[in-house]
C-alpha cells in the first residue's frame, strides 16, 4: 500500500457529494497524480475497497486511467490515479460552447471509438462503471480520452445481472430510474449521452431538473441532430439511446462500426509500425521505469539523456519513410515526451536539443493536415518547462520559422498551440533585454517573409482570438525598441483592441508588448492614433474598477512613450491626463504606482533635463577618475546644483529628475578624492546640497539624495572634514532623524558615523570635538538623545548609530548624566555582538569616550573589558580597535581604572600579538605589555602630560622640569637598547617629551645636546624598519626642529636627521609621511633663508648626498600619485633647496607654475610661503623666463594696487626687488616696464617701516 508521506497537494478540484479530488506530486519522482478521497466508516470498508483497488491495478489500457494504489488517512480512503494534463471532457465542452466550436466528423468518430475501447476493456473484465459521464472522462497529453473515477464501481460475478443502484445523474440509463435491473448497457446508454454532446454541445434530453430528466428519457425521444450531420454517426448515437437496454450495442458491437472499425484498424497498423522501432521504445520504457524508483540517483540526467537518444533514433528512422509511417512514429514520440515532461522533474543538464532539432525537421515534413495538436504541444512543453538557454537553442534553430508555417492549419487548437510556443520561446528571450533601458533592441533578428507570415496567418487571419492575440504580442516583443514596419501595422491595432477589452485575459499582455513598442518613437503615431492615450489615461483614473497590475502597466507604458517621444508625444499625454490628475496618482498608497507616476511626472516637466542626466549616467558609469575630475572642472556638479535648486521645495513635477541628478553627482564622486576641494568650494555641491536637504520637505527626501555623500572621499584631509562640518552637513544629515522612512534615517546616521569617526584621528588625543557646541545649538545632539532615551521604539540599526555618534560628539569630555549610561550600555552590547556590522566603529566611538575618565566607572560598570578582550581573537579591524581601546582606557584613567583594565588582560594573547603583521597592533600591544611590566614608568609620563595639559607647569620648578626631562631620557635609552617589554611605553614618553618641549622652550638646548634626547630619536629613527611604528617619535622630533631657532636647526640638520627620515620617506603611514615632510620643508626653509642673497641653501650639498632631490623629482613629475597637500610641501623643499639655482628641467615648470598659483592663494600663510620660495628661485637668472611668464609681474603689481595684507605686500616686494637684481639687461628692461611704480612708490608711504624701505629699494631700482 502507498504511504500519505510521499504526497504532496498541488492544487483541489473539487468536492463531490460523498467525495474530493486533488493534484499531489510524488516527493521522490516529482511525478503528478490525482488523490480521490472517499470517506469510509470502517476498517472492514478499506479492506474491502483495496482488494478492489488492486483488481483495477492491474488493468492497463491506452483509454482507460490508470490507477496506482491507495492509503487511508484520517477516516477517507485515498486512491490515486493517473494524472492527464488537459483536464476533463465536461471542461472541453464547456469550452467549445464558449467559443462556439464544434467537433469535426473525423473528431466524432475517433473520440467514440476510444471510449467504446476502453468501456469494452472495462466490461471484458467484468467492470461495469455505472457512473460514465463527461466529467469523469479525461484527457491525456496526446488528446487521447481516458475513463476515470472508476474506483466506487463494483466488480460483476458470473451473472450479467447487478441489483445494487447508483447514485442519480444526468447520465443514468432509464431502466436505472425506476430501480430495474440493469446490466452493462448502462454505460452504452451513457456513451450514446456523452457521444450526442460531443457532437452538439448541449443534452439530449430535458435537464432543467431531476424529475423532468426522469419523465423526458423514459417517455420521450432525444433531442434533433443540428451539428452531427453523418448518418453513421447519427445511426450510433440513436441505437446507444435506445429506451430498451436489450436493444442497445454492446461495447463490442460499437467497435464493429464501419467508421470506428477503419479507426481501430489505423491503431492496429500503427502497433505494427511501432514493432519496427519497439527496441528503442522498450529501452525508454525501462529508463523510465528505472527513473521513478531511482530519482534521486546521481545518474538520472544521464538516463534522461539516453530517453532522449532513443527518441531521437526513432526521429531519423522515421524520416525517410511513408508519410503514414512518419506520422505515427512522431505522434509516439511526442507522446512520450510529453508524458516525460509532465510526469518528472529534470536537471538542467538532462535536456536535449538534439530532439527537438530531429522533431522539427519531421514536423516540417508533414502535411498539413498531419500537424496535430500533440507535435506542436510537445514543443510548447519543452519551451515552457525546459531552462531558458534550451529556448534560445530553438530559437537559432529556427523552430519558431518551421512551425508558423502551420498557422494556415483548419484546427483552432493547432493554431492556438503554435501561437502560443512562438510566445513562450520569445518571451523568454526577452529576458535578456533591461527593460528600463531604452537603447535594447530584441537580440535575434528574423527573416521578412517569418513575419510576414506570423502577421498574415496570425494575426490578421487567426482563427480564434487567441492566435490572434499570441501572434500579435509575439511580433510586438520582436520589434522591442525597433520601428514597425508598414506591412506589419496591423499588430499595433490589434494590440490596442486587446487593451481596449477590459474583458480579454490578454490584455496585461497585449499592453507589455505595446510598451516594447513604444520604446521606438517611430511607432508612436499609430500608438497614439485614435485617442490611444484616453483609454490608458482611464486605466489610471477610475482606481476602483482597474486592477492594480494593469494600472502599474499603464503607468510604465506612458513612461516609456514620454522618454521616447517628442513634444507631441507629450502633448498628447498631457491632454488626456493633467498634470492635476497625474499628481493625484502621485499620491497613490501604493508605492510602484507613485514612483512611476513621479517618473512621468519629471518627463513631462523636465524632459531635456532628465534626457541629459539619463545620458550623463550611462556615459561616466565606466569612466575613470581623470575623466569624471574634467567633467567636474567643466561644470557637472554646478549642473547638479542647479537641479537641486529647482527641485528642493519637493515637487513631484522635478522629483525623479534631481534624483537622477543626486545619481549622477555620486558617479562623479565615486572613488574620486580629487573631487573633494572642487565639492567643497564655496557655493559649490556641499553647500548646495545641505541647503537643500534643510529646505526639502521631509516626506519628499529620497535615499538617493544621501548617496552622494555616501560617497565623498574626505579621510585623507582634516581642513575638508573642517569644512565639512562648517557647512552644516552633520546638522543637516540629523534632520533626515525627523524621516518616517527607515532607510533614510539610517542612512543619515551612518554618513554621520563615517565623517566623524574619521574625524577622531584628526582631532588629537585628549581634545574635545570642536563642533560638539554647534551640534549642540543647531538640536542635532538632542535628536540623537532623543533616539537613545526612546530605545525601544526604535530600530536598532539607528539606535546603535546614535549611540555611537554620541560618543564621537562627547570625545574627551563627560556623557550627559541622562543618557551616559545608555550610551555606553548599547555601545557595549554592539562589541558584544563580534560580528556586529558596527563594531569597528563602536570601540572608537568608545575610545573617544574613555579619553574622559569621569566616563570610566561606567564603561568599567558594565563589563565591557571583557567583550573587548574576547575581540583580541577576532579579525584585524577589531583587534586594532579593541588594542587601541585598552589603551586609550590605561592612558586616561585612574588608578582603579588601570588595575581593572590590567586584570582583564590575558597576558599571553598580548604578546602573541606584540608578532602580528598590523604595525597598530603591534605598537599598541607592546604598549599594553608596558602598562603591565612597568606601570610606574608610564603613570610618570602621564603625570607629565597632565601637568603641562592642565597648565600646571607653573607649578613646577625649573629643576622639577628638568629632571622630568631626564627621566624621560633615560627612559628614552632603554628604549633604545631595546630592553625587553620597555618599547610599548616609547608613545607616553615622546608625548611628554613634545609637552615639555612646547611649554619649555628654555629646554630645547638640553634636548640638542649631543647623545641627547635628539641623537636618541634620530638614532631610533635610522635604526627602525620601515614596518615599525614611528609616529610618536617623528612627531616629537618634528616638535624639536619646529620649536627651535634657525641656529639651532643648524645644528640638528648637522646631526644626521636627513638620511634617518629618508629611509622611511616611502611610509605607508600617512600621518608619518606628512611629518617627515614638514621636517624636510622647515629645514630646507632655514637652509635657504640661513644663506645671503645669490649664495646656495646652506643644506642643499647634504641633502643632495642623501638622495632627497631625487626622491622628490619624481613625486613632482607625477603628481597624481601623491596627495595635494604632501605634493605643495614636496614643492616647497624642492624650491627651497634649489635657492639661487637652477631648477632640474624635468620638474622646473610643474614647481614654478605651482608656486604662481598659489602665490594668488587667499590664505596668507599659503601665499607668503609660494612668494618667499619663488624669491629664492629668483636668485637664479635661469629661472626668471618660467616666473615672469604668463603676465605673472603684472599680477603681482596688480595685487600691490590692491593693497593685499601687509605680510603678503612685503614678499610681492621682494620678489620683484631680486628679479630686477639678479636679471640681466634686456630681461630688466622688461620687468621694469611691467611694474607700475606709481604703485610702489605709494608703498614707500606706508606706516609699516619694512614694506615702506623695500618698496623704496624697488622704487630706486626702477628710475635707475
Known amino acids: 500500500m502507498l504511504s500519505a508521506d510521499q504526497f504532496v497537494e498541488e492544487q483541489g478540484l473539487g468536492k463531490g457529494s460523498f467525495s474530493s479530488q486533488a493534484v499531489f506530486h510524488d516527493k521522490l519522482t516529482g511525478k503528478r497524480a490525482i488523490i480521490n478521497q472517499i470517506p469510509y466508516a470502517n476498517d472492514s470498508d478499506v479492506a474491502k475497497a483495496h482488494k478492489e483497488i488492486i483488481t483495477l491495478e492491474a488493468l492497463r489500457n491506452d483509454f482507460v486511467v490508470r490507477y496506482f494504489g491507495c492509503f487511508p488517512k484520517l477516516k477517507k480512503l485515498n486512491i490515486v490515479t493517473e494524472y492527464c494534463y488537459k483536464g476533463d471532457l465536461q471542461k472541453y465542452i464547456e469550452r467549445m460552447k464558449e467559443e462556439r466550436k464544434f467537433i469535426s466528423e473525423e473528431e466524432f468518430f475517433e473520440y467514440a471509438a476510444q471510449l467504446a475501447s476502453g468501456i469494452a476493456f472495462l466490461h471484458k473484465n467484468k467492470i461495469l462503471h455505472r457512473n460514465l459521464k463527461p466529467s469523469s472522462i479525461y484527457i491525456s497529453e496526446r488528446g487521447r480520452l481516458k475513463i476515470g473515477e472508476i474506483g466506487i464501481s463494483l466488480a460483476l460475478d458470473s451473472e450479467d445481472y447487478m441489483n445494487s443502484m447508483a447514485e442519480k445523474r444526468l447520465f443514468l440509463s432509464p431502466e436505472i430510474i425506476p430501480k430495474l435491473n440493469y446490466t452493462e448497457k448502462v454505460d452504452m446508454w451513457a456513451l450514446g449521452t456523452i457521444l450526442f454532446c460531443l457532437g452538439e454541445i448541449y443534452h439530449p434530453f430535458n435537464t432543467l431538473s431531476e424529475i423532468e430528466y426522469s419523465k423526458s428519457i423514459t417517455e420521450k425521444p432525444p433531442a434533433h441532430f443540428v451539428n452531427i450531420k453523418n448518418p453513421s454517426a447519427q445511426k450510433l448515437v440513436l441505437s446507444l439511446l435506445d429506451k430498451n437496454p436489450a436493444k442497445r450495442p454492446s461495447a463490442e458491437d460499437v467497435l464493429k462500426n464501419p467508421e470506428i472499425a477503419a479507426r481501430i484498424d489505423l491503431w492496429d497498423k500503427f502497433s505494427k509500425n511501432r514493432s519496427q522501432f519497439g527496441s528503442h521504445l522498450g529501452r525508454v520504457s525501462w529508463l523510465r521505469e528505472d527513473i521513478s524508483e531511482n530519482n534521486c540517483n546521481s545518474n538520472v540526467a544521464l538516463k534522461f539523456n539516453e530517453i532522449f537518444n532513443e527518441l531521437t533514433k526513432i526521429l531519423v528512422w522515421a524520416r525517410g519513410k511513408r508519410f503514414q509511417i512518419t506520422e505515427e512514429a512522431s505522434e509516439v514520440v511526442c507522446e512520450v515526451i510529453s508524458m516525460i515532461l509532465t510526469d518528472f522533474i529534470l536537471p538542467n543538464s538532462a535536456w536535449s536539443i538534439d530532439v527537438v532539432k530531429e522533431l522539427q525537421i519531421v514536423i516540417g515534413t508533414l502535411r498539413l493536415e498531419a500537424v496535430k495538436y500533440i507535435h506542436i504541444n510537445t514543443l510548447e512543453l519543452f519551451a515552457l518547462i525546459g531552462p531558458d538557454s534550451l529556448c534560445h ?46 537603447n535594447q533592441t530584441f537580440p535575434v533578428s528574423f527573416e521578412e517573409e517569418y513575419l510576414k507570415v506570423l502577421n498574415d496567418e496570425g494575426v490578421v487571419k487567426g482563427r480564434t482570438a487567441l492566435t490572434k492575440t499570441n501572434s500579435a504580442v509575439a511580433l510586438g516583443w520582436i520589434f522591442h525598441g525597433a520601428q514597425l514596419p508598414d506591412t506589419l501595422s496591423d499588430v499595433i491595432t490589434h494590440l490596442k483592441i486587446e487593451v481596449k477589452e477590459n474583458c480579454t485575459s490578454n490584455q496585461l499582455t497585449a499592453l507589455i508588448a505595446l510598451c516594447s513598442l513604444a520604446i521606438s518613437q517611430q511607432n508612436h503615431s499609430r500608438i497614439l492614433v485614435g485617442g490611444f492615450i484616453k483609454d490608458i489615461s482611464q486605466f489610471l483614473i477610475k482606481k476602483k474598477t482597474v486592477e492594480l497590475t494593469m494600472r502599474d502597466k499603464s503607468l510604465q507604458f506612458l513612461v516609456t512613450l514620454s522618454a521616447t517621444g517628442d513634444n507631441d508625444t507629450l502633448s498628447a499625454i498631457q491632454n488626456f491626463l493633467p498634470l492635476k490628475d497625474l499628481l493625484l496618482i502621485v499620491q497613490d498608497e501604493n508605492s510602484d504606482i507613485s514612483e512611476k507616476a513621479k517618473i512621468l511626472c519629471s518627463w513631462i516637466n523636465c524632459k531635456d533635463e532628465m534626457i541629459k542626466y539619463k545620458k550623463l549616467i550611462q556615459k561616466y558609469q565606466r569612466k575613470n577618475i581623470e575623466e569624471r575630475i ?62 537643500f536637504l534643510n529646505t526639502i520637505p521631509m516626506n519628499k527626501v529620497n535615499v538617493q539624495h544621501l548617496k552622494p555623500i555616501q560617497l565623498l572621499k574626505f579621510a585623507e584631509s582634516e581642513d575638508q572634514l573642517r569644512l565639512l562640518f562648517e557647512k552644516g552637513l552633520i546638522g543637516a544629515l540629523c534632520r533626515m532623524l525627523d524621516s518616517q522612512n527607515y532607510e533614510i534615517r539610517f542612512k543619515a546616521t551612518i554618513n554621520m558615523g563615517r565623517i566623524l569617526n574619521a574625524h577622531k584621528a584628526f582631532i588629537g588625543d585628549g581634545n574635545t570635538n570642536p563642533f560638539q557646541k554647534d551640534l549642540e545649538r543647531n538640536g542635532s545632539i538632542w535628536r540623537l538623545s532623543q533616539i537613545v532615551k526612546g530605545n525601544n521604539k526604535i530600530y536598532k540599526g539607528i539606535l546603535k548609530m546614535a549611540s555611537i555618534l554620541l560618543g564621537f560628539l562627547y570625545k574627551s569630555a563627560v556623557l550627559p548624566e541622562n543618557i551616559g549610561e545608555s550610551v555606553i550600555r548599547i555601545i557595549g552590547d554592539i562589541i558584544m555582538d563580534n560580528e556586529d556590522m558596527f563594531v569597528n566603529q563602536a570601540l572608537n566611538s568608545l575610545s573617544a569616550i574613555a579619553e574622559c575618565e569621569d566616563n570610566h566607572p561606567a564603561i568599567i560598570s558594565q563589563n565591557i573589558l571583557l567583550d573587548v578582550n574576547y575581540l583580541l581573537s577576532s579579525n584585524e579591524e577589531n583587534i586594532c580597535c579593541a ?37 597598530i597592533i603591534r605598537q599598541n600591544s607592546k604598549e599594553l605589555i608596558s602598562w603591565i611590566v612597568y606601570p610606574n614608568y608610564l603613570k610618570k609620563n602621564l603625570e607629565i602630560i597632565k601637568n603641562m595639559n592642565q597648565n600646571n607647569e607653573a607649578e613646577m620648578s625649573d629643576l622639577q622640569k628638568e629632571e622630568s626631562l631626564e627621566e624621560t631620557f633615560k627612559l628614552l635609552k632603554r628604549i633604545k637598547q631595546e630592553e625587553e617589554d620597555i618599547e610599548g611605553s616609547t608613545k607616553l614618553t615622546c608625548r611628554a617629551i613634545s609637552m615639555l618641549i612646547e611649554r619649555n622652550l628654555y629646554l630645547l638646548p638640553k634636548i640638542v645636546e649631543v647623545e641627547g634626547i635628539l641623537d636618541l630619536l634620530i638614532a631610533i629613527i635610522g635604526e627602525s624598519d620601515q614596518e615599525d611604528f614611528l609616529l610618536s617619535q617623528i612627531e616629537t622630533l618634528y616638535s624639536i626642529v619646529c620649536e627651535s631657532r634657525d641656529e639651532l636647526r643648524k645644528e640638528i640638520f648637522s646631526r644626521g636627521i636627513i638620511k ?122 635661469a629661472n626668471h623666463v618660467l616666473i615672469i611668464t604668463d603676465g605673472f609681474v603684472r599680477e603681482l603689481t596688480f595685487n600691490l594696487k590692491r593693497k593685499m595684507q601687509e605680510r603678503v605686500n612685503i614678499k610681492i616686494l621682494q620678489l620683484l626687488l631680486t628679479l630686477i637684481n639678479h636679471s640681466s639687461s634686456e630681461l630688466k628692461a622688461t620687468l621694469i616696464s611691467s611694474i607700475s611704480s606709481s604703485a610702489v612708490l605709494q608703498l614707500t608711504f606706508c606706516r609699516n617701516m619694512e614694506v615702506s624701505q623695500i618698496a623704496q629699494q624697488l622704487h630706486s631700482s626702477l628710475i635707475v
Open 393 to 438: 537553442e530553438m530559437l537559432k534553430l529556427g523552430i519558431l520559422q518551421s512551425i508558423a508555417k502551420s498557422l494556415k492549419s483548419e484546427k483552432d487548437i493547432v493554431c492556438e498551440c503554435i501561437s502560443s510556443t512562438i510566445n513562450i520561446i520569445i518571451k523568454k528571450e526577452m529576458k535578456k533585454i533591461d527593460i528600463s533601458k531604452i
Open 630 to 691: 574634467n567633467a567636474i572642472k567643466n561644470g557637472a556638479l554646478q549642473d547638479v546644483c542647479q537641479m537641486l535648486e529647482l527641485g528642493k521645495d519637493g515637487n513631484s513635477e522635478s522629483e525623479v529628475c534631481v534624483n537622477h541628478a543626486c545619481e549622477f553627482a555620486s558617479i562623479l564622486l565615486d572613488k574620486n578624492f580629487d573631487a573633494m576641494p572642487f565639492a567643497l568650494e564655496e557655493g559649490g555641491f556641499v553647500d548646495t546640497l545641505v541647503g
Open 883 to 919: 588594542t587601541s581601546l585598552l589603551c586609550t582606557l590605561l592612558a586616561n584613567g585612574n588608578s582603579e581604572t588601570q588595575v581593572a583594565v590590567i586584570n582583564s588582560m590575558q597576558i599571553d594573547k598580548i604578546k602573541e600579538l606584540k608578532k602580528h603583521s598590523n604595525k
Open 1060 to 1181: 634617518s627620515l629618508m629611509k622611511h620617506i616611502q611610509s605607508k603611514d600617512q600621518n608619518v609621511f606628512s611629518n617627515i615632510l614638514n621636517i624636510l620643508a622647515q629645514l630646507a626653509e632655514t637652509g635657504s633663508s640661513y644663506a645671503k642673497d645669490g649664495e646656495l641653501n646652506k643644506f642643499k650639498e647634504q641633502i643632495e648626498t642623501d638622495e632627497v632631490i631625487i626622491k622628490l623629482i619624481e613625486w613632482i613629475s607625477i603628481p597624481d600619485n601623491i596627495n595635494k597637500e604632501y605634493f605643495h610641501n614636496a614643492i616647497l623643499i624642492q624650491s627651497f633647496i634649489f635657492k639661487a639655482s637652477q631648477l632640474p628641467n624635468e620638474c622646473s615648470s610643474i614647481i614654478i607654475n605651482h608656486l604662481k598659483t598659489n602665490s594668488k592663494n587667499t590664505d596668507q600663510d599659503m601665499s607668503c610661503s609660494a612668494l618667499t620660495a619663488l624669491t629664492g628661485l629668483a636668485e637664479c637668472e
